[in-house]
């Protein structure tokens, strides 16, 4: 019978990720007959490029969120890192050192929203939710609410400019980051604490699991990504930016939610997320090449948040009875 069930879920997660994939071959038919260019190299190659902050920050996240914890401060970390990251190229600083304070100004995010949501137990949405506005704030102090380009060295650009090959560096932090976090939920203790904690919190402690370390470690990780996000998104904008980052948050929730991670935690996959952020791109790709207006954009992406929900509680209730 245990074979039988596990069988059966196996089939249920495939369903619902051939569902999605066929979710995203649909739209990517649409635009190609609705747009001249939809369906070309470039375009294609910048589609990937522009999903790669979504997918990096989003493996983080979905395991936050399968263990029922949420981080709304990723955007404003977007904007903080690429800040970071250009302030400390224009000292002299070598770009790689600078692009790592890029990435550790995230983590130094992660630490404060561990200390709030995980030690202080402040209700994690409200916890982020002030980090998101602080930092926000913060960075637009530091910069002067002015983007940052003036005295850039030649090379802070290399993160997306540098090929090995002909493929994109940037693409093999991305790729590495997939795999990495695709084991980690699979494979690693970190993976399956997640699950047992959005599971049920009370029943992981009780069978000695420290709840309160793992998702100290989930909340650090999300800080890392999305501060490498940020400067992967500077150096592909060759300035640094303090306005990036706005809704992203936004769009990395639907992503992962759209990827079949249960709000509720216990449930999620790496790969939905994957396929969750390449609909979210996709969709805004192709509203941009028929013109619609960004604030009918946000229209649709709410709507869109809102289906997933109601996608995923009707899954949930199936999957019950």
Known sequence: MGAAMAKSGRVQVNSQLLVLIGILAFICLVFTFTTQSFLTVENL?????????????????????????????????????????????KTGMPVELAALLGALSGLAVGVINALTAVRWKVTPFIATLGTMYAVRGFVLIISDAKTVRGGLPPNFTFLD????GPIPLAFFIVLVVILVFYAIEKKALLGKYSFAIGGNKTAAVLSGINADAVLIKLYLIVGFLAGLSGVMMCSRLAVGDQNVGVRFEFDVIIAVILGGTSLAGGKGSIIGMIVGALIVQVIGNGLNMLNVLSFWQSVIKGVLLVLAVVLNQALVRTKGR
């Open 161 to 164: 400019m540098t090929h090995l």
């Open 45 to 89: 190659g910048n589609l990937v490029r522009s999903s790669a902050f979504v997918i990096v920050t989003g493996a983080g996240v979905t395991l936050l969120m399968i263990s029922g914890n949420i981080d709304l401060s990723v955007g404003s970390v977007l904007a903080l890192a690429s800040c970071v990251y250009a302030f400390a190229a």
